[in-house]
């Protein structure tokens, strides 16, 4: 069996690429343990994340949570410009409060069931403005640039977070994706701690057996097993994080043997629970 392949590594609060692709490249799913965002500036692309797909249009931004199965769908040759920001999520921990919450737009994007956000008027934005300067500000070398570029990259998260409640900027539906893999997907993550086999989502969906194997695998890249796997893996390693026992966080995630979940543990992470605890 495949695992889904982390990627991607934060040393610090954020990061933020410019990249361009000139060719069509195939990325398979993957997972980050921080938050991204993603501003798409042109291409030919269909972002999948979580069995939902969408046609991104230039200037939208696309939300991913951390541990959230994502991948772009490249589909000819034409340039793929896009600003990729990684977050991490401690950085976001200490802006939230009742007043001031710098994560509501992943949060908003959750309630919306939506991780695209369209601003029409982007490039004429505030936001538009920043995200340029905060670009420039990480190739500078000038005097306390570390300090300017954190006051920046909270100013860019404070004027998201804005746009993301405005009533006059939209989050958008998902194109060509199978309602029923969205709903079982938002089912397996309701209920990670419980029980979970193929019989028993194929008799709650009504679906074959086989027929759901093979939806679910073109949906996500990969197969229920692993899916289950790697999401009681980031549970469980949630759960360690903020101080659960390496025992109890193995059962309360949905593990039944210890061994396994040790096995899988180290395997998919690269390191023993107790390194995390």
């Known amino acids: 069996m495949q695992n889904y392949e982390k990627t991607g590594y934060l040393n610090s609060h954020f990061k933020m690429f410019h990249l361009n692709d000139s060719k069509k490249i195939n990325i398979d799913f993957h997972y980050h343990d921080f938050h991204k965002i993603l501003i798409f500036l042109q291409g030919n692309v269909t972002y999948c994340i979580e069995g939902r797909n969408y046609d991104l249009q230039p200037n939208d931004i696309v939300f ?77 070398c000038e005097y306390a640039n570390e300090l300017f570029l954190d006051t920046l990259f909270i100013e860019f998260m404070v004027h998201l977070n804005r746009a993301s409640l405005t009533n006059k900027i939209e989050y ?49 890249g990969y197969t229920i097993g692993e899916y289950i796997k790697t999401k009681r893996l980031l549970y469980a390693r949630d759960l360690i994080q903020n101080g659960k026992g390496i025992t109890d966080a193995c059962y309360a995630c949905g593990f039944k043997n210890y061994s396994t979940f040790l096995r899988a543990y180290r395997k998919n992470f690269g390191c023993s629970p107790s390194k995390n605890s």
């Open 172 to 220: 958008i539906s998902t194109n060509s994706s199978n309602q029923k893999i969205i709903d079982i997907i938002d089912y397996l993550n309701k209920n990670l701690t419980k029980d979970i086999n193929i019989d028993l989502l194929a008799d709650t969906f009504y679906i074959s057996r086989y027929h759901l194997m093979h939806t679910f695998k073109k949906a996500t």
């Open 64 to 140: 991913v949570n951390a541990g959230e199965v994502h991948c772009p769908i490249i589909h000819d040759d034409s340039c793929y410009e896009r600003i990729i920001i990684y977050i991490s999520k401690d950085f976001l921990s200490l802006y939230q409060n009742p007043q001031n919450d710098l994560s509501l737009c992943f949060k908003s994007a959750l309630k919306n069931q939506s991780h695209v956000l369209r601003i029409p008027s982007f490039k004429e934005s505030k936001l538009s403005m920043i995200t340029t300067e905060l670009e420039n500000a990480f190739s500078s």
